[in-house]
């Protein structure tokens, strides 16, 4: 064995007594550390309680009213709760499946004495303001009718996410609403239900708003006065923009009410001739052959020939008496082709139409058409005096008169009238517009009434089919009446013997053979007769004092608009 050498041995002798140890931290190491230790233990602490502080911020902004606001699924009718058929405007009905207590409701049915109720309601939001980060105030809006309402944060109940929403919302929006009905703090001027509003508990969107409002509801409200003031502020709507947004339009409560007025006009119509035994009847609105005039007919492609779109019911009505019906009347559509821009013509308008048999002479359908125009005008001064009151806002006008019995005026009487106010017309020559409006002008001044009837009109100055006059052929047994100085009936009684209606049509320029069906009835023997048409729209815009025929239609036609 070979014997270790020296170097080897001292080598494995160091080894056994253990490393030679190297030399420690100096103090400003030892410093160094310590303040980075103290460092990292701030740190630590500081980012506790960041994290313990998002906690308790986490805690208190958890949205408590998640399930009480919100847009609603798209209705696709998904499910029926209870029987709302018959809702929103006429009653109100306890619904169980929405929040025990809340009564689905029409706002114009709330009083005082519902403060305290629990209710439920769809409605349009009308306008809204925020009152810093806790309370929106909400105009809501049911057609003629509107209310306050508020959201307000509430510990536990309303959140502050819930009212953030609810100030988001769009006008004109409509949302579904349920709250407790409760006296404001003081009357509220710009709602129509002013001593009470709506503390709302639940508030969801059926139905926003995808583009912007062309107008507001307010400007399109405001009368022409407030637009005439020097110092306005107010943006005008024209009336061609009113007519190209008429949705929009058509929902201010002006508007809400012309069209319930012009909706009693047509029931009060019907009401008056069914109480006298008339029968409604539906006259076809495709014609062969003209019925007044070539020059106001719309021709229309009819297969392989031409039609005319009819400018009254007259040829059906005077047949329908011609089959023994006695009594008939029509409401329906009427077209007339002129090429007019005034502001009382239209190219299609409503007709009210009623033809009757005669016992002995003409004045029986005078009386009953003058009977029904009154029972119109009582009516609706009778029933719809909250309608009037709000159309009166917007366009203020004295309240239309009548006199009974109703004046009625000979033709000559008439011209006589005219000539009195500086007017000498031809005997034979027909009222102008302008004439018109003068004539009723004197005729109020002198006897204080809009409403009258001039008789006796010049036989060349009415259709083909009207009975000349007995004593005087030159004159008819034709009548007009008018209101606020425009006529709004034109009537006669009819000729029912063959001979002279082909004599009448002739002299008329009108060819028999065109109107071959219309002349056989009367060959078949018809009933001496007489009737009248009325304009709907014109009988409202002249009862209100529109100005406009377009404003009491829904969506007019004149020649330069067909749509909307």
Request: glycine residues 6%; aromatic residues 8%; negative net charge.
């Amino acid at each position: 064995m070979t014997e270790p050498r020296p170097e080897q041995e001292q080598s494995q002798d160091q080894t056994a007594e253990g490393t030679i140890a190297a030399p420690g931290p100096s103090k400003n190491e030892l410093k160094r550390l310590a303040k980075q230790a103290e460092k990292e233990k701030k740190a630590a602490e500081k980012a506790a309680k960041q994290a313990e502080l998002k906690a308790a911020q986490a805690a208190a902004e958890v949205d408590y009213s998640v399930e009480f606001y919100g847009a609603l699924p798209l209705n696709q009718s998904q499910e029926r709760t209870g029987d709302n058929s018959h809702l929103l405007f006429q009653i109100t009905t306890q619904i169980s499946d929405f929040t025990p207590g809340a009564e689905r409701i029409s706002i114009a049915t709330l009083t005082p004495q519902d403060v305290g109720r629990t209710v439920l309601f769809r409605a349009r939001v009308h306008t809204l303001r925020a009152q810093g980060s806790k309370m929106v105030f909400i105009a809501l809006r049911q057609r003629l009718d509107s209310i306050q309402a508020l959201v307000a944060q509430a510990a536990g109940t309303i959140s502050k996410q819930m009212v953030k929403w609810a100030g988001s919302l769009a006008d004109e929006s409509i949302v579904l609403v349920q709250g407790v009905v409760q006296a404001p703090v003081e009357e509220v001027k710009s709602v129509t239900l002013g001593t009470i509003e709506i503390l709302i508990s639940k508030i969801h969107l059926i139905s926003g708003l995808d583009t912007r409002l062309p107008f507001s509801l307010d400007d399109a409200s405001r009368p022409e006065s407030e637009y005439d003031r020097e110092d306005t502020q107010f943006n005008r709507v024209l009336l061609d923009t009113r007519l190209n947004n008429r949705v929009v339009d058509l929902r201010t409560p002006t508007n809400q009410s012309i069209f319930v007025l012009q909706a009693a006009v047509t029931r009060l119509f019907r009401e008056y001739l069914e109480s006298q035994n008339f029968i409604e009847i539906r006259s076809p609105k495709l014609q062969g052959a003209a019925t007044e005039s070539g020059a106001s007919v719309f021709k229309v492609s009819y297969f392989k020939t031409q039609a005319f779109l009819a400018q009254s019911p007259q040829l059906a009505k005077q047949m329908a008496i011609a089959a023994d019906f006695e009594r008939v009347y029509e409401i329906g559509p009427v077209f007339r082709a002129e090429n007019s821009f005034t502001h009382r013509h239209m190219t299609e308008f409503t007709g009210l139409d009623l033809e009757m048999a005669i016992e002995e002479h003409y004045h029986e359908v005078v009386d009953v058409l003058d009977n029904m125009l009154q029972h119109i005008f009582k009516g609706l001064t009778k029933d719809y005096a909250k309608e009037i009151a709000v159309i009166q806002k917007q366009f203020p006008a004295d309240n239309f008169k009548w006199k009974e019995p109703t004046l009625r005026l000979n033709w000559k009487d008439g011209l006589a009238i005219l000539k009195e106010g500086g007017v000498d017309l031809d005997e034979f020559e027909d009222l102008s517009t302008e004439n018109e409006r003068l004539l009723g002008k004197l005729v109020r001044e002198k006897y204080d009434t809009d409403y009258y009837i001039l008789d006796k009109f010049p036989l060349a100055v009415r259709p083909f089919y009207t009975m000349p006059d007995a004593n005087d052929p030159r004159y008819s047994n034709s009548y007009d009446f008018f209101m606020r100085g425009e006529e709004i009936l034109s009537g006669a009684q009819r000729i029912h013997d063959p001979a002279l209606l082909t004599e009448r049509m002739v002299a008329s320029g009108v060819d028999p053979n065109t109107m071959k069906g219309y002349l056989d009835a009367f060959k078949l023997g018809a009933p001496p007769h007489g009737g009248g048409g009325i304009g709907l729209e014109r009988v409202v815009m002249l009862f209100l004092k529109l100005n406009n025929i377009r404003r009491a239609s829904m969506f007019p036609r004149d020649p330069r608009r067909l749509e909307p």
